[in-house]
């Protein structure tokens, strides 16, 4: 007697393919072209769909789930406006390899093309900010479409992949096979790098005098954070983190010097442009980091490892390229120096730590309390920061809080920091501290947003209340879009065309949070600082949101004014830039 394969619809077989996945968390929003797929969602027992507010939302949350876990995160929309909503998240994950799968309905494949009712060409239109898009109009492509979805968003450089499905594919009748193999012909990431650059590399590491370690988000990525250790403390090389880095070496640890880019320390900007020798460990060179390119490290050789190809002399050019997965390429490099320390050959970066040493000492991070008295956010996030520890989550908005942030937390372990470096997305701190939130239940996920960040997507907290993900929320607030406040008053004569908010009278945060079933509280003064955030790190039950009422005009610094050389940075307010490039110093 012969068996019938089961006959199921499209929908039930894209269910199906999702918990073949191993996906137990999508957020989304129903519509109707992606309506078929929400009744079969249904009936999952392993799939818990979080209903958002939002499709920006249910995208950021998807990258929040993804930052937090390691695993893929997954997102729904419906077509249309459904699924251009999404298309800022996208644009965000794939800006900072966040991997992540969009699934959109579009509509019946006959009505494509015809400006049919809530149609968009949203492959078309995420073609370049995906790492890949599919259009799926045959039911029985569902399940092998899915599989290499999550294969190629995750594997190699991860990234974004959106899978649009014609609501006839989802209607029709199928039956369910998953894929044992992938096949993908031409997609084959380069995991293993090549020894000959190896030992090139760690020949130079020994002979350099001025080295630096310029650590990436790719080494997060590569889960390569124990072998950065050991490469550091073997070779006793200067290491520097970027803002897509924080956490993948410890914040106290000797070696560090920081956060190197626009608002970096002076020592991490410093080293940088003073080495000879840059081993970029999954970096690309970002404009906010080398500041005006030709004349960033002018006297620095450069060995660039990047699992992806084409990040490899994009900016600047690479005496030694490696290709390959950090973490191979990390423990590779251990091997060959410790095979260059057996020959006798070690690096002499004695002379080097004496002026790194100087630097560190008289420039190190600070800010001054405002004369008025009001509350420094500075000191608000600092306290968030020693109170609520290392092992908690800390996911920024974007802007001034995003740096202070990024300066005033100590981050000791990888996966503690989530934020948009990339693309600069405001709004994404609530939605995304969400998906942290629901993907690591038992961690304390704190967003910390702007009043202009906070009110692009704060819809989210009602997510929150109802769905029981009780994220902790700090405002900075300081009426005002702060970043670009601090621009106009660097340079354009104070002239401040559309930036004040007037948030601390519109609206009352404290009642919003209220009004989406959180806790509200509000903090002015310095003295209940410590108080306010304990007293929200004791609710464990409902979101709580945390007004800090501060300072206006605190600025971001250091900072290397855009578009300039990282040789022009200033380390103080109405200072013009101080550094003597022949001594390698910041003027007094």
Same mark, same amino acid.
């Not at 939130?437 to 702007?450: C, F, H, N, Y």
């Given at each position: 007697m012969t068996v019938q394969p089961e006959q199921l619809?499209?929908?039930?077989?894209?269910?199906?393919?999702?918990?073949?996945?191993?996906?137990?968390?999508?957020?989304?929003?129903p519509g109707g072209a992606i309506l078929p797929l929400y009744d079969p969602l249904m009936d999952s027992t392993t799939i818990r769909h979080v209903l958002v507010r939002h499709e920006q939302g249910a995208g950021h949350a998807a990258e929040g789930f993804a930052q937090a876990t390691g695993r893929v995160g997954v997102c729904m929309a419906t077509s249309g406006p459904g699924a251009t909503n999404l298309v800022t998240p996208i644009a965000d994950a794939y800006m900072d390899s966040v991997p992540i799968v969009a699934i959109t309905g579009q509509v019946p494949s006959a009505a494509i093309g015809t400006d049919a009712f809530q149609e968009a060409d949203i492959r078309g239109i995420t073609m370049p900010i995906t790492k890949h898009n599919y259009l799926v109009t045959d039911p029985d492509d569902i399940p092998r479409t899915i599989a290499e979805a999550f294969h190629i968003a995750s594997t190699g450089r991860p990234g974004p992949v959106l899978v649009d499905v014609s609501k006839d594919a989802l209607q029709a009748a199928t039956t369910f096979h998953w894929p044992t193999t992938i096949d993908l012909p031409g997609y084959h990431p380069v995991t293993r790098p090549h020894g000959k650059q190896i030992r090139e590399a760690a020949r130079m590491m020994a002979e350099a005098r001025r080295p630096v370690l310029y650590v990436g988000g790719g080494v997060l990525k590569a889960r390569a954070w124990g072998e950065l250790l050991t490469l550091a403390e073997l070779t006793g090389i200067p290491v520097v983190t970027t803002l897509m880095a924080r956490g993948a070496f410890p914040d106290s640890h000797h070696l560090h010097l920081g956060m190197p880019g626009m608002h970096g320390t002076v020592a991490a900007v410093t080293a940088l442009q003073k080495s000879d020798l840059i081993i970029s460990l999954g970096a690309r060179f970002d404009d906010r /980091?080398?500041?005006?390119?030709?004349?960033? !490290?002018?006297?620095?050789?450069?060995?660039?490892?990047? +699992? %992806?190809?084409?990040?490899?002399?994009?900016?600047?050019?690479?005496?030694?390229?490696i290709v390959g997965d950090c973490r191979d390429v990390i423990a590779d490099l251990v091997l060959a120096v410790k095979a260059e320390h057996d020959a006798g050959r070690h690096g002499d970066y004695e002379g080097w730590w004496a002026q790194v040493h100087h630097w560190r000492a008289t420039y190190p991070l600070g800010y001054e309390r405002p004369a008025d008295g009001s509350l420094a956010p500075q000191y608000v996030i600092e306290r968030i920061g020693q109170i609520a520890g290392p092992d908690a989550l800390y996911v920024a908005g974007v802007g001034q809080h995003q740096m202070w942030a990024a300066q005033f937390i100590s981050y000791e372990k990888p996966g503690t920091w989530l934020n948009s470096g990339g693309l600069g997305t405001m709004?994404?701190? /609530?939605?995304a501290a969400m998906g942290a939130? !629901?993907?690591?239940?038992?961690?304390?996920?704190?967003? +910390? %947003?702007?009043d202009g960040c906070f009110q692009m997507t704060n819809q989210e907290l009602a997510t929150c209340a109802i769905n029981n993900i009780p994220i902790k929320v700090a405002i900075i607030n300081n009426g005002t879009l702060g970043m670009v406040r601090q621009w106009q008053t660097l340079f354009y004569n104070e002239r401040y065309s559309n930036t004040d908010l007037d948030s601390r009278r519109i609206p009352d945060f404290v009642k919003l949070a209220e009004a989406?079933?959180?806790v509200g509280l509000r903090c002015e003064k310095a003295e209940e600082v410590d108080a306010?955030?304990?007293?929200?790190?004791?609710i464990d039950d409902q979101p709580v949101v945390v007004d800090f009422t501060v300072h206006q005009d605190a600025m971001v610094w250091p900072m290397v004014p855009a578009g300039t050389s990282n040789d022009e940075i200033q380390v103080a307010r109405d200072?013009?830039?101080?550094?003597?490039?022949e001594a390698g110093e910041v003027r007094s």
């Open positions: 619809s499209g929908a039930q077989s894209l269910v199906r393919s999702l918990e073949a996945a191993g996906v137990d968390t999508v957020f989304g929003i /980091v080398t500041g005006k390119l030709a004349s960033f !490290a002018p006297d620095a050789k450069v060995i660039h490892a990047d +699992i %992806d190809p084409a990040e490899i002399s994009k900016n600047r050019t690479a005496d030694v390229p709004g994404y701190a /609530v939605p939130k !629901a993907g690591r239940p038992e961690a304390t996920v704190w967003a +910390i %947003d702007g989406y079933g959180c306010t955030i304990t007293k929200a790190m004791e200072m013009a830039p101080q550094w003597d490039t």
